[in-house]
């Protein structure tokens, strides 16, 4: 696989090539669409649903604030049920300790349970490295990977793809597809589970995520809607688990409140099909050897942050892609990450710190602020408030130096407007620099009022795509003195 | 009840006429507001960029402005928005507390007309076929709800029609209609097909900033539909809009 997410433009640029392409438009406008209608539809058959919401944060909050003794707890009660827990830093260990798992036991191939984690350390290109090939199982992964493409989303990675271009992609990239293949989704999935069954059965070792750990328990969850995790989970031999370490949550009862918010903010279903627990090695029954890997890889960093730590609160349900107006129109690709979509325009600056890279530094900006994400989110994560936080984070790290042109401008209108007299200044220059430019304005705005249509930069920023009211001859403030 | 009214920098320096509309309104109601000559901006245009430490003389400016009121009444779901919910931010990083102590006592026209006053009639005429875009922050920061359309649907001649898809952002977003240009037409391109597809005369919204982007784009389009903001609606009295 070359398909890479390193070396992505900013998303401005990113945004500007996603907005040109008019199948991902058309794609991404009638599948959000329809997640979106699902999920109201559930969402609002459940009378408690804000109850549910606040349990969700504050379970999370409750977790997250003594992290280090459930982790503590978990790692105990995992060890006592005979798995082998490892402890990762970053990516690097993380890949590290898989790959080396999967040389140890000689294996050339592993068979991998949907997982974002494991998207996010880029474990498969780590594990092509070694010579081992991941095969992922997730039909939508499966997709993307033999498309050498990358994921859009995060719960329907290759929502960008409608089903006459995933036709042709299996037709010319899946060993043995079948002659004739259409675009029948029914068809389509019937190809791909062929193709996977083979694989479940050869496979020595599997490569999963998890949704949630239960610390007291040591106890792993898995829910899916395609039953191939499942397969991944118990036919082969090895299972190696790489676990965020925001995914404990204390006890079973805590399971209780997200098993219900997830399924209905995520896939628009009351219930997941597919619900996979395992606790431990059960002698005789399922892979004998078990490992987790629990994933640092910047969620300490996230959590020194006051403001933004509650973005670790997610549970990975997509409902603010799904009801994000950037999103739908730019697709995911445009955020660089495997984590697109508002949460990752928080995420993902947060994981990595900001100031350090231009493309994460302006994700925080990749939002109009209006807030249908943190309406849509089961945690009630405020993601505006988040988005906030971080651009004054952004600034701050660029302060000192040079100042751009928009730390310039920000400066002036600072000094404008926190006095009257100076702000009434600059409209009367503003009232005389706009007679000067209306005199080259010939349009008017609907109702008769002069419009400026073509001004130089910055203001080319705007007219460039939109007509500009010409300021009138007297602002309110002069007229009120009057 | 001492109520001012804080204009907003977009409607003092653009849109003068929502300004006057706001004080023509609320004197046929009977309430005598100000305006306080000494108001500015409420920082948002700073805050929401990351420039909190530009936004706290501006929001020093509009707390001594606005000091010793009981309402602080405004066309605006943004800016009341902004007072809120984000003037504790910049308390926070000035360490200056009483930064956020008159946030809680703006309040969006609608609001005050509703809540306060306790009006929904107010006595006004718009012969006219309109559509109503609710703005996100009224809708979303400050959960107006229907009041805006309740005061809508009481003037009288006017042919008040829904909008498709009416909740959903129109782009704008304060800077990031610069910032990301492109996205923010986008968004905008599909609020104004909407507003096409309701073959409305007016687009009323409570917010002007909005408008300034559908407005701009529906201008460009030749659309010939007007944008009109709701407290020009409400004061309106005549056949003329």
């Known amino acids: 696989m070359s398909a890479t997410f390193v070396g992505m433009p900013a998303f401005p640029a990113a945004a500007r090539e996603a907005l040109a392409d008019t199948q991902l438009r058309r794609n ?20 408690e649903w804000e109850e549910l919401r606040l349990a969700g944060a504050a379970i999370k909050d409750n977790t997250l604030r003594h992290l280090d003794e459930h982790l503590l707890t ?78 859009s989303h995060i719960l329907v990675p290759a929502i960008h793809r409608n089903r006459a271009e995933i036709r042709d992609i299996f ?143 997610c ?21 660089g990450s495997v984590y697109p979509g508002p949460i990752g325009a928080i995420l993902n600056p947060l994981l990595k710190g900001v100031g350090v890279d231009e493309q994460t530094d302006s994700l925080p900006y990749a939002s109009s602020l209006c807030g249908a994400c943190f309406e849509a989110c089961p945690v009630r994560i405020d993601i505006p408030e988040v988005l906030v936080h971080l651009r004054s984070r952004v600034v701050d790290a660029h302060r000192g130096g040079a100042p751009k042109p928009e730390a310039a401008a920000m400066k002036t209108a600072s000094w404008i407007l926190s006095d009257a007299r100076r702000l009434e200044f600059a409209e009367r220059g503003l009232g005389i620099a706009s007679r000067a430019l209306t005199r080259f304005g010939r349009r008017l705005l609907p109702g008769g009022r002069r419009a400026l249509s073509r001004l130089p930069w910055p203001g080319s920023l705007w007219t460039d795509t939109r007509d500009l009211p010409a300021p009138p001859r007297e602002p309110f403030r002069a007229w009120w003195r009057r | 009840m001492k109520v001012a009214v804080l204009v907003t920098c977009i409607n003092d320096a653009l849109f003068p006429d929502t300004g006057k509309a706001v004080f023509r309104l609320l004197r046929r109601l009977g309430v005598d507001a100000d305006f306080p000559a000494a108001q500015t901006c ?70 005050f007309l509703v809540d306060v006053l306790g009006v929904t009639d107010v006595g006004a005429a718009f012969p006219h076929r309109v559509t109503y875009h609710p703005t996100c922050h009224s809708l979303r920061m400050l959960g107006v709800g229907d009041k805006p359309l309740r005061l809508l649907r009481a003037v009288r001649g006017i042919d008040l029609v829904e909008l ?18 492109e996205t923010s037409t986008a968004m905008g391109a599909d609020k104004a097909r909407h507003v096409r597809e309701t073959a409305a005369e007016v687009l009323v919204a409570g917010d002007n900033s909005c408008l300034l982007h559908i407005g701009g784009l529906l201008s460009r389009q030749r659309s010939g539909v007007r944008v009109l903001h709701l407290a020009d609606v409400l004061a309106s009295t005549g056949e003329e809009p």
């Not at chain 1, 991404?28 to 009378?47: N, P, W, Y």
């Not at chain 1, 549970?315 to 955020?335: D, F």
């Open chain 1, 171 to 313: 037709r010319r990239e899946m060993a043995g597809a079948p002659e004739g293949l259409t675009d029948d989704p029914a068809e389509l999935a019937g190809a791909a589970r062929l193709h996977l069954r083979e694989k479940f059965l050869r496979a020595k070792m599997a490569v999963s995520g998890a949704n949630f750990a239960v610390a007291e328990t040591g106890t792993l969850v898995v829910v899916e809607s395609e039953g191939n995790g499942r397969m991944c989970l118990t036919l082969p031999e090895v299972l190696v688990s790489v676990v965020g370490l925001e995914k404990v949550v204390p006890t079973w009862s805590d399971l209780d409140v997200f098993l219900q918010l997830l399924p209905r903010s995520s896939t628009g279903e009351r219930m997941n099909p597919y619900t996979s627990t395992w606790s431990g090695v059960t002698p005789g029954d399922g892979p004998q050897e078990l490992h987790v890997v629990l994933l640092d890889n910047g969620r300490t960093r996230a959590l020194a942050d006051e403001v933004g730590r509650q973005a670790l609160r």
């Open chain 2, 42 to 111: 409420c920082g948002q245009p700073m805050v929401n960029t990351g420039y909190l430490d530009e936004a706290v003389p501006v929001v020093r400016a509009f707390t001594r402005a606005f000091a010793g009121y009981d309402y602080v009444v405004t066309p605006s779901g943004s800016c009341a928005g902004s007072a809120r919910h984000q003037h504790g931010l910049v308390a926070r990083r000035a360490g200056e507390p009483q930064l956020a102590e008159t946030g809680p006592k703006v309040l969006e026209l609608s609001e």
């Open chain 2, 164 to 181: 498709p898809a009416a909740e959903e952002c129109c782009g704008f977003g304060g800077t990031f209609a610069v910032k990301n240009a």
């Open chain 1, 28 to 47: 991404l406008a009638h599948a959000t669409g329809t997640i979106r209608a699902k999920r109201a539809a559930v969402v609002g058959e459940v009378a």
């Open chain 1, 315 to 335: 549970i990975r349900c997509s409902a603010c892609l799904n009801v994000c107006p950037v999103y739908e129109r730019t697709g995911g690709h445009a955020y």
């Open chain 1, 74 to 151: 978990l790692e105990a009660s995992l060890q006592a049920r005979g798995v082998t827990v490892h402890w990762a830093r970053d990516a690097r260990e993380a890949c590290d300790v898989v790959a080396r798992i999967a040389v140890d036991h000689g294996v050339d191939e592993v068979v991998k349970v949907k997982s974002m984690a494991t998207q996010e350390i880029g474990l498969n290109e780590a594990l092509a490295e070694h010579g081992v090939t991941a095969w992922e199982t997730d039909l939508a992964e499966l997709i993307v990977q033999l498309g050498d493409d990358l994921p």
